[in-house]
């Protein structure tokens, strides 16, 4: 098999995922890292918005976009999606909420398949950075405005008003000839 054969075995991921280590341990080591995350993804799944700690989000959304993105390339017939359904939910009722719910809600998605929002930080406290995690197509009010106005900006009123001199001039020039 060359690579572009075995690249279309794998489903190809829709966020850069970033390679550099994250700076979040925990005491039972990298098994409890993994169940940490286990977690994380579980709760995403559950609730489809969660905050956390910044890096904690981006981790975890990495696994959960490779979850989605294997139920629907293979669906739920497919025994080693199955499995790994089950590893990473760890309710068995998130998994039918997976492949009943998630996946035709996700799958003419072109984007990827969860956001993650920078959230404030609570002052005092630890400065650790916050973040949102959701999954798209939630019921949850979204956190960012669409076509949100800026007319009334300064530096876009500034403009304005320099234009509005400009056409002023123009047409005044324009008369006297």
Not at 4 to 30: D, M, S, T, Y
Not at 109 to 114: A, D, H, I, N
Request: proline residues 7%; positive net charge.
């Amino acid at each position: 098999m060359n690579q572009a054969e075995i690249r279309k075995l794998i489903p190809a991921l829709r966020v850069a995922i970033q390679p550099k280590h994250r700076k979040f341990g925990n005491p039972k080591g990298p098994e409890g890292r993994l169940l940490k995350m286990r977690a994380t993804v579980t709760d995403l799944v559950k609730n489809e918005r969660i905050e956390l700690n910044y890096n904690r989000a981006d981790e975890a959304r990495g696994y959960a976009e490779r979850l989605i993105a294997e139920a629907i390339k293979y669906g739920d017939c497919h025994r080693p999606t199955m499995e790994m359904a089950s590893y990473w939910l760890e309710e068995k009722q998130l998994v039918h909420k997976l492949f009943k719910v998630l996946v035709p809600r996700l799958k003419d998605t072109r984007e990827s398949y969860t956001r993650i929002h920078k959230a404030p930080n609570v002052y005092p406290g630890p400065f650790l950075e916050k973040a949102v995690l959701e999954l798209r197509g939630n019921p949850f009010p979204p956190l960012e405005e669409k076509n949100k106005s800026t007319r009334n900006w300064l530096h876009n009123i500034l403009l304005e008003e320099a234009r509005r001199e400009r056409t002023q001039k123009k047409h005044a020039g324009g008369s006297q000839e």
